[in-house]
């Protein structure tokens, strides 16, 4: 599968701050195709309820994020929590460990603001900031 998967931070900031992301990731958001993990739903949904995010309803979130990033949502699937397994410690952020393995178990390219992550790039992952 070709595209791109948002990270959670990538996906906030397109939609409200996108001059926080880089030029490389805006163009990379801007072609296409992008996917959006249940992941990241999940993920927003749980920091609004505890009052660390306000996106308003997420639930609205969620649609409007798809809509407007023209993207797909991306299911986790088993596949993708085996990965998390084979995963090197380098982050402790489950949300974007989970992330991380969709993104090498599906093939795409991972979009993020968050320096951590770029820890994973290598032969089967590769991260755009």
């Known amino acids: 599968m ?4 948002l990270d959670t931070n990538a996906a906030i900031f397109a939609l409200t701050l996108p001059e926080r992301l880089s030029a490389s990731a805006r163009r990379a958001i801007l072609k ?3 996917l ?3 992941v990241t739903y999940w993920e927003v949904l ?6 660390l995010l306000d996106v308003g309803d997420p639930r609205e979130w969620w649609r409007d994020a798809l809509e407007e990033l023209a993207a797909v ?3 986790l699937r088993p ?3 085996a990965a998390v397994y084979s995963l090197p410690p380098h982050h402790k952020d489950p ?3 989970v992330l ?19 820890k994973y790039a290598g032969r089967d992952l590769k991260i755009i900031r």
């Open 2 to 5: 070709n595209g791109y998967l």
């Open 32 to 34: 296409g195709p992008n």
């Open 100 to 118: 991380i393995a969709q993104a090498t178990v599906e093939e795409l390219s991972f979009v993020t603001s968050d320096k951590e992550v770029s």
């Open 79 to 81: 596949e993708h929590v």
């Open 46 to 51: 749980l920091k609004c309820m505890k009052g």
């Open 36 to 38: 959006l993990s249940v």
């Open 73 to 75: 949502p991306l299911p």
């Open 95 to 97: 949300f974007d460990r």
